[in-house]
Each structure stands twice: as C-alpha cells, then as structure tokens.
C-alpha cells in the first residue's frame, strides 16, 4: 500500500492571512506626520480660544434683555452692567445668576451669547399673587412665596389680602414664612380658574382658609391635597351658587366629604 501524502495548503496560507492583516492594520494606523499635525491643530484651537477669551474681539457690547416691565429690566441692566466689556466666552450662567438672583422680580432667567458683541436674556418674572399686611406696611408676594416689593397705595391692587402680626419677619427678596408660602402657592392656580365670587382674603396658620368677596369661607384644611380641594370647592361652588346666596362656609379640608352649611342652616 502506497504511503499517503500530507496536504501542506494549510500551513502554505496560514501566513498569507496573518501578513495581509497586518497590512491593513498598518494602512489604518495613523502616520506621525498625521499625529504631530493633529496636535498642532488642537494647540492652534486652544490658543485661539484663550486668546479670544483675554482680548476685546468678543466683549459684551450690548445687552439684549426680553421679558418682565421696563422697570425689571432696567434692574437687570443695571445688575449686569459690570459684564460690559467682558468676553462672551467668559459670561457663564453662575455670574449671572449671582448678579440677577438678588433682584425680587425676577423667578427666572435664560441667556445666549449672541457673536460677536451681544449678551440676550429671557426674563421669567415673579407672579404677584397676594398683598401682604403687617400692620401699616404692605408688600407685594410673588407665587413663590416671595416678597417682590413694598406697596406705597395697597388699596389700589385687587389682589386677595393677608394680614400677619408684627413679629412675621418680612424681608425684600426673601421667602417667607412657610404658612405664608403655603398661601401664596394657593392662590396662584387661581388666577387662571377663580373661584367663584373670587378671593378677597386669606387667613392662613394651622389651617388654610380662603374668604370669598361674598363672605363665604373656604375651608381647605393643611397644605396637603390643595388642588384637588381647590377643584372640589369649584365645582360645589357653580353647582350651587353659594358664593351668591350668602353661604356660611364651605369645607373640603377632608375632600371626600365636603361640607357646605348657609346662613340660614346656623341661624335656624
């Protein structure tokens, strides 16, 4: 029997492969004349930044401000002045927030660095939704709880009153107390969806009470569920027209079981 013969085309590609691989790995490995133009491109890109950020190319030349009164955005002008002269590049939304936030009418802002020269800035203004009362003094409340400013002729806004003793600290800017707070918040969804007869006060401790024009109360309990107690005494109140027809109170501190008494049920 003739001895067999082994076949050697394995062991003949085998290398071929591993040679043409290399090569491609090679074609696709970048040269470093690539490599040192790369860095040179990055060193060209990060000078040019720095140098753009030190010199008077991008400097804030104007000031373009949108939202809120003309008087808020004089304020803001005015906080913003030393940003006059600055590099776009260098303005970032912490200096800003730094100069702005200290102004009372302000809840919010958006800005955009505008090339060459033009700092823009959205402003969201604070919602006045409540006239704050301690004794003579009165102050203007923001949504937020915030006391936007003080009120030289309280008579003359229509917004819903809160009277609070002497030793209610009221700051200009600052939150306040979280009662207070509670009751501002209240009565800022209502702006879009009074109540019926609308709210002429408020009285707000322990427990939350809204006083319509009519003289109806409206009971609301704790600051817990608000909106849906809110929703709950809206529907009551247009279903019956209690506000109108000289009710006592209405309860919904406990929303599943509103209680609605008139007049004429304490009197009889």
Avoid at 150 to 173: C, F, I, K, N, Y
Wanted: glycine fraction near 10%; hydrophobic fraction near 45%.
């Amino acid at each position: 029997m003739a001895a067999r013969k082994r076949s050697t085309a394995r062991t003949a590609v085998l290398p071929a492969r591993r040679n043409g691989a290399a090569l491609r790995l090679a074609r696709l490995a970048p040269t470093l004349r690539s490599i040192l133009i790369g860095l040179a491109l990055l060193a060209l890109a990060v000078g040019g930044y720095v140098g753009a950020r030190e010199t008077s190319i991008f400097a804030v030349r104007t000031l373009d401000i949108h939202g809120g009164t003309p008087v808020l955005r004089a304020q803001v002008r005015a906080a913003l002045a030393d940003e006059l002269g600055q590099s776009l590049l260098k303005v970032d939304g912490r200096s800003l927030d730094a100069r702005i936030e200290p102004l009372p009418g302000v809840r919010s802002f958006t800005y955009d660095r505008s090339f060459p020269n033009t700092l823009r800035l959205v402003l969201r203004p604070e919602e006045p939704v409540l006239v704050l009362r301690r004794g003579a003094a009165a102050y203007l409340v923001a949504a937020t709880g915030r006391v936007i400013k003080p009120l030289a002729h309280p008579r003359r806004s229509h917004l819903p009153r809160l009277w609070v003793t002497r030793d209610v600290h009221v700051r200009l800017g600052s939150p306040l107390a979280r009662s207070v707070r509670t009751a501002a918040t209240t009565l800022a969804p209502l702006r879009g969806a009074p109540l019926p007869g609308g709210v002429q006060s408020v009285r707000a401790g322990k427990e939350l009470t809204l006083v319509l024009a009519g003289g109806l109360e409206v009971r609301l309990g704790d600051g817990g569920d608000l909106q849906l107690k809110l929703a709950i005494a809206r529907r009551i109140l247009r279903a019956t027209g209690a506000a109108a027809l000289g009710a006592e109170y209405l309860d919904v501190s406990v929303p599943e079981r509103p209680v609605l008494l008139s007049k004429s049920q304490v009197a009889g």
